[in-house]
């Protein structure tokens, strides 16, 4: 329904939104939202609504899932019916399937999965509105819940995508710039560690551009990286004045 | 289930209920607090979250267009369902809907079909090909007891919140236009639960009096005060009377909400 | 296809099918009519055709399923597909669903449950033909066919429904009944108890309208009691001479 | 499975076959008493329930519109789906239909199908667009051996028993009419079961019976007494011969039923 | 697609494809070609085109399926969805379950279940391509692989169809004949003991006819048991001399 | 799974890798050997079996028709589909694709569809109502490692050899037409994967490999040498620089494997 747009950067080289090509969409995160999860994230990027959820260390079922030598990450990314603009089935598509997968993919190096054997853990994620970049924020989401859940890590990891639109590498790219748009390269990083652990992309880049987009989305979720640890402050102020209340 | 620490809890529960208290400090007759946000999926026609105490329900409804009912070529199609999101509680599973899941959409679906909520004959596009399907969707994110009343709530102050895309037609086919118009309702059920523990009627039951309670019944109340659906629940029963003081209560509770939620 | 009828109820207050409005549908109930069931029953209410069968007490399969201090309780409600004038798939719908729950949890408060635990029972309910009430006749069945299994009982569950017609309070609405008038409320008790295990509601009646629709209900239960009664007498009378001829 | 009390069972019914005897007192060749009723689920168009001794099935026709396949543009469609339902034995379960209830409605629509049982080219109303489907339910009500005899029966009996609605086409659309006409039949299949138990062949075996055999041989006969559809199932094995032999008995019990059932 | 041809069999008595009646397809067998697999045989008979793999006598999943005094054999026949002219879903059809009943009851006779108590073994069939007859050349195949497999077993088992096109009793129908042709007898036989492990008939046949049929069906399985045993010698070579060269 | 002989077998790997070797003998840039047969199929519209080593895979194209998405009414519609059939491995299970077959089919989607493999506009019959609906379905026979690579070779191998049906539209209906088009195509993705084991990196890991490796990287190149879909997977990390690195090598591999093969 949404027609397509003339020019998605202008002659100042701003975006539809009024965006550089280097800018982040506005970003709010909160921790530990959720009251009977271990450890839960909530985060708008641009419109993505976004809450994740952490259950674990536990006991695994089925049990003849569970690993003796360490701890099994499971998750499941999920799309609310009402998310996107034709209402989605509730029952996983393809897509969410693959996604699921890749995003644990992209937490799991993080986690010290050794340090828990015989245990799971299970990770939910809930789109409750969509606007792309869904999996970049549901990665910074989740690895936040993780934390939360006190689920030892090496390292939060962040999220964002790089692309092409016209003929610009940009940054963040919104639902409209990643339909229209040339080229998409979601990335998930674990700062301090140098190391990249999500790295997807559709579309076509050369090696330059390539090259380029990656450098760029590292820039990006290095900027989120300080937006997730200025939350997890917030979220550990809170817990102590709380505690101190009660006392 | 329970183990013995819970039952060591649930005797307590029961105990204060006994006594005309609660564990929360509430009255048997109090609600917890209540808290409505409407529009908050602006990509949805329309949304609302509803904080129950701790319990949290987001409804988002979606419009499409469909074909009618054989058996009802004249009014528009209702649609309600629910997820209970395994990241609301940990008793909650992944997968397709399971009974209680099913239950309660059905029940929430119940209150707004049976009040006649929805003005569903201005939902028709062309009588018998072509109407409004209106999707209700039920998301519970936090479960910390009484997700009836908490969806019942959120679904009709969603639907209050939702808007139709304009339309035309042209050659037999629907076009959509610019702008939108209110969805038609006429009705606004709001459904009371109560529990029922060693005897004593209580309101709005949280996680742990749900596990304390033998059994629960819920009735939706439209805005005359009359009765317009009800399902028992649990594994427990009810005496005549307890049925007829429940249906007294909820009415005075219905009247109450209705003047407290701004909506 | 069927078309609505012009008047429920004519001016002698006899209703379609020539009933009062406080009158059953005729009902015959035979017990025992399945040999491979431990219980069972056979109900005719009206144009319902319905058949009832209980297994065990006996190990349950999943075995995770199986409580340490009680026995667990299963129910299936299902409609065979040529029961009702459009087809139905034989997989079970959402409203099966749902009546499977509350058939259930209006049979659970008779059963002394903690009576064997760690096995379970499971409740078979087959709708040969509907015409409306078979969740009543069901739970009438079922009771039965649980009495019929030596399944330890406080007392029987009878059920019926009432409703409103018209403006008028009326007993065990029929199908058409049940569609074109305004309210419909089946109940279910255990007669010596006092006790309503059942109760669900559609339509719209004011509080004075709901009690006396209750009070005809549980009076229409009663009724169905006395055949309950009667039925499982028959039977028992059927398993004696059986045992004393092969004596 | 095969518990060791079992066994001893099987081990019996067994030597008594080999003796020319049945634990039941029939002969080899013998039939259990069969009782047809027809037209008992008056909702459905057809109907039949019949019992072979204390196997008890019941099958109802349900007759609706639907599209030709794209195959077949002038011939009606026949569907026949088998409910092992749990309140029939404890060895079913609820669920989708598992490879057993396949296995016996694929048999009895090879036998009604193979024998040209319905005349599909009546069952047209718009060549390529539109015909009946007709919906043959098999739903087995108690399981005491030999279902597929007792199915075939009943499918064949509730068929006889079918009416088609009239129709008449207005405006390109199918408007049912008052009134019914029976359902168009050319023959009247039935079907013959045999076990082989240590080298011997057994009509029409019961439940513990079936245990005790090695495999099953099933033939749908029509009305001239030739074969229309055979199955052989088990995990055993007969010679060339026994199925010869099968064959011939199949005829004769055929022609043996078809006089006695009054349908 | 394919339209009807006007005549099957002409004057000379030859078939479409210029067979005589009692001729069989040409068939192409290979034993142990999948690396994967306990056990494993490609068949090509006429057009089909048939993979099979045995894998056990293993430990089984979910173990409450193990028998104690015998192995369980279970059996999967599938079609690729671009087997067919239509292409096929890859969930299983009906005829896909039946087919995988039968097919497994035609194997088992053959196998010496009770040597490996405890234990399951899984035969997977692929149909890559159909031509009419993919039941008959899928057990000929899937013996093969449970040989090459090493499975102890009482005998091969061989099968092929006889059938009725026009007014002749013919070997092997292809697709054409066996969709336009008006009897089909699918066979399977184990030849050194006499035994008929696969029987099922679709069509109308007299006891003349029907007798007929069998016989020239087990006169194919015997040709097609000699190229079985071919293929297994060809294979035991092939091994040997892998060996010889290894040492 | 990992048992402990096999910890020692993952270690021989690893140590081997470190020293630029591997343990059949390739260097760490070395293809396995590949083998590419089409038209093998003969009943679908295109199909091709691609040897990687022992990896096997073939991929069978079929050609309906069908509606177009209704956001894209100027386009047919492409459908990739992965099978892991149970006879390729003991870790592959009969049932419903998992996430494995689910990402291996997307996967290879993606590398078609980003580098606007099928001129899809060339597949219209009728706009906005009538499409060539291309399904490519890849059934894995057996799993050697690096399934990617070898699906991605034969799908393109497959839709190179696949022929579209003629046609033409008589009284709005399509008709099929004698005589076949070539599909009509304009880009050959060739897909490389890397491994990274002790931060080494090595291209089309084989089953043993697999099990060593962290993780891997998929990049899709098209003919001028431009990467048009990335895939990473795998519980571990790539190095910003290795990732470079990796892209650098798949270009020239795809170069080459662009030479050798023959299709």
Known sequence: ?247 | MSSLITRVRLKQIANLIEKGKRLDGRGLGDYREIKIQQGIIEKAEGSARVLLGKTEVLVGVKIETGEPFPDTPNEGVLTVNAELVPLASPSFEAGPPDENSIELARVVDRGIRESKALDSEKLVIVPGKRVFVVFVDIYVLNHDGNLIDASALAAVAALRNTKMPNYEIENDEVKIKQGYTQLPMRAYPITVTLGKINGKLIVDPWLEEEEAIDSRISLAINDEGNICAIQKGGVGYFTPQQILEAARIAKEKAAELRKKVDW
């Open chain 1, 1 to 247: 329904m949404s027609e397509k747009p003339e020019k998605l950067i202008d002659k100042k080289g701003l975006r539809l939104d009024g965006r550089r090509s280097d800018e982040l969409r506005p970003i709010k995160i909160e921790v530990g939202v959720l009251s009977n999860a271990d450890g839960s994230a909530y985060i708008e990027h641009g419109n993505n609504k976004i809450l994740a959820a952490a259950f674990g260390p536990r006991e695994m079922h089925p049990k003849h899932l569970t690993l003796p030598d360490r701890m099994v990450l499971r998750c499941r990314y999920h799309m609310a019916p009402f998310s996107v603009q034709e209402r989605k089935s509730p029952a996983p598509s393809r897509r969410e399937i693959e996604l699921s997968k890749v995003i644990r993919e992209a937490l799991e190096p993080a986690v010290f999965v050794e340090y828990y054997p015989r245990t799971g853990v299970d990770i939910f994620i809930e789109v409750l509105q969509a606007d792309g970049g869904t999996r970049c924020a549901s990665i910074t989401a989740a690895a936040l819940a993780l934390a939360d859940a006190g689920i030892p890590m090496r390292d939060l990891v962040a999220a964002c995508a790089a692309g092409k639109v016209g003929d610009t590498v940009v940054l963040d790219l919104m639902d409209i710039e990643d339909k229209v748009g040339s080229a998409d390269v979601p990335v998930a990083i674990m700062p301090n560690l140098n190391a990249v652990t999500l790295l997807q992309m559709d579309g076509i880049l050369t090696s330059e551009e390539f090259e380029a987009a990656v450098n760029l989305a590292i820039e990006g979720c290095k900027k989120i990286y300080a937006m997730q640890k200025e939350a997890l402050k917030a979220r550990y102020m809170a817990v102590k004045q709380e505690e101190e209340v009660e006392e």
